[in-house]
C-alpha cells in the first residue's frame, strides 16, 4: 500500500503560461523593500498585473486598469481569498507605457531580497494587429 500523502495518492493543478509579444509577459523579479520599487519592463502598457511571492506564503494580489486608470494604483484584489478589494499607499504600483514601477515596500509584492512572479496583459495589444 501507499503512505499517505503520497505523490501517486494525490491530486494536482498546473497552470502554465507564456509570454505572447506584445500582448501578455510572464516575469519574475527580486523585490527591494523601497517606494523607488523594481521597474518591470514589459513593452506594453498594462492593463492587468498579477503577482505572487514565491519564496514566502503570500496571497496573489491583482491591480487591473479599469478600477484604477490613472497612477498612482492603489487598488488590489487578492483573487485567491474571499476578501474585498484593497485601497490604501500599501500597494501602490504605477502603470506604464512599458510596464509597471512599484512604489511600495509591501511584502506581498516588494520585500527586499524576497523573489515574485508575474503575469501582465497589455491595455492596448497591437504587435500583429491588421488596419480594416
Given at each position: 500500500?501507499?503512505?499517505?500523502?503520497?505523490?501517486?495518492?494525490?491530486?494536482?493543478?498546473?497552470y502554465?503560461?507564456?509570454?505572447?509579444?506584445?500582448?501578455s509577459?510572464?516575469?519574475?523579479?527580486?523585490?527591494?523593500?523601497?517606494?523607488?520599487g523594481?521597474?518591470?519592463?514589459?513593452?506594453?502598457?498594462?492593463?492587468?498585473?498579477?503577482?505572487?511571492?514565491?519564496?514566502?506564503?503570500?496571497?496573489?494580489?491583482?491591480?487591473?486598469?479599469?478600477?484604477?486608470?490613472?497612477?498612482?494604483m492603489?487598488?488590489?484584489?487578492?483573487?485567491?481569498?474571499?476578501?474585498?478589494?484593497?485601497?490604501?499607499?500599501?500597494?501602490?504600483?504605477?502603470?506604464?507605457?512599458?510596464?509597471?514601477?512599484?512604489?511600495?515596500?509591501?511584502?506581498?509584492?516588494?520585500?527586499?531580497?524576497?523573489s515574485?512572479?508575474?503575469?501582465?496583459?497589455?491595455?492596448?495589444?497591437?504587435?500583429?494587429?491588421?488596419?480594416?
Open positions: 500500500t501507499s503512505p499517505v500523502n503520497s505523490p501517486d495518492t494525490e491530486d494536482y493543478i498546473a502554465c503560461f507564456h509570454s505572447v509579444e506584445g500582448f509577459k510572464v516575469f519574475s523579479y527580486t523585490g527591494n523593500g523601497s517606494t523607488d523594481p521597474f518591470q519592463n514589459l513593452g506594453f502598457r498594462p492593463a492587468w498585473i498579477l503577482l505572487k511571492r514565491t519564496n514566502y506564503a503570500s496571497d496573489w494580489i491583482l491591480w487591473d486598469a479599469k478600477r484604477d486608470a490613472y497612477n498612482v492603489d487598488s488590489k484584489l487578492s483573487p485567491n481569498t474571499s476578501g474585498a478589494e484593497y485601497t490604501g499607499s500599501a500597494v501602490y504600483i504605477d502603470a506604464l507605457s512599458n510596464g509597471f514601477k512599484l512604489r511600495n515596500t509591501d511584502g506581498s509584492s516588494n520585500s527586499s531580497g524576497d515574485y512572479i508575474g503575469i501582465a496583459f497589455a491595455e492596448m495589444p497591437a504587435k500583429y494587429s491588421l488596419s480594416r
